[in-house]
């Protein structure tokens, strides 16, 4: 670019990197949670309109209870349909029926995605930051376009992740546990 100082340019360069770092960050805390999700009920397939959860083997697990502080949701098979299945070695050694948590919450109102959620924020807040000192540094138009080309976008996605970050941290409800 003509007239443009090389340190507009490295900063808008750096600027990009902290973009693409944190979302990054955000894409593998997600792949994380999605992966760890589905080991844990692994060969259970969720039934949602009759609230159950299917065993490789057709049987169902029905909703036991539910820990509303956790957030949490237990099912549970039936255990006489548990002893006598011939793959309960490789599934349960439970002699009560196999149990299996499944989390009530989705993945961005969980308190991992939260966390990562907050890195995310603070290093597109760490990239305005400098945008705007640099922003203030030069006077020259092109330097102030090549700086507003990113500040914009920047701006406009850390005020939505930050408004949406803000608004599911409100809505954390703390309930008693329910059997």
């Given at each position: ?6 340190e507009v ?83 349960t050694d ?86």
């Amino acid at each position: 670019m003509h007239d443009v100082h090389l340190e507009v340019l490295l900063v808008d360069g750096y600027a990009l990197f902290l973009v693409v770092v944190a979302g990054i960050l955000q894409f593998a805390a997600r792949h994380s949670h999605h992966r760890s999700e589905h080991f844990r009920n692994s060969g259970f397939v969720y039934k949602r309109h009759i609230d159950v959860w299917e065993c490789p083997t057709g049987h169902h697990l029905k909703r036991e209870k539910t820990d509303f502080e956790r957030k949490i949701a237990h099912y549970r098979a039936p255990a006489h349909k548990c002893n006598a299945c011939p793959c309960k070695n490789d599934c349960t050694d439970s002699d009560n029926g196999r149990l299996l948590e499944s989390r009530m919450d989705s993945w961005l109102q969980t308190e991992l995605s939260r966390f990562h959620r907050g890195i995310s924020i603070t290093l597109l807040l760490l990239a305005l930051f400098i945008l705007g000192i640099e922003l203030m540094r030069y006077r020259g138009i092109n330097d102030r376009i090549a700086i507003a080309v990113f500040l914009l976008p920047i701006g406009l996605a850390s005020s939505c992740r930050l408004a949406s970050f803000i608004d599911r941290s409100a809505l954390t409800p703390t309930r008693k546990s329910q059997i």
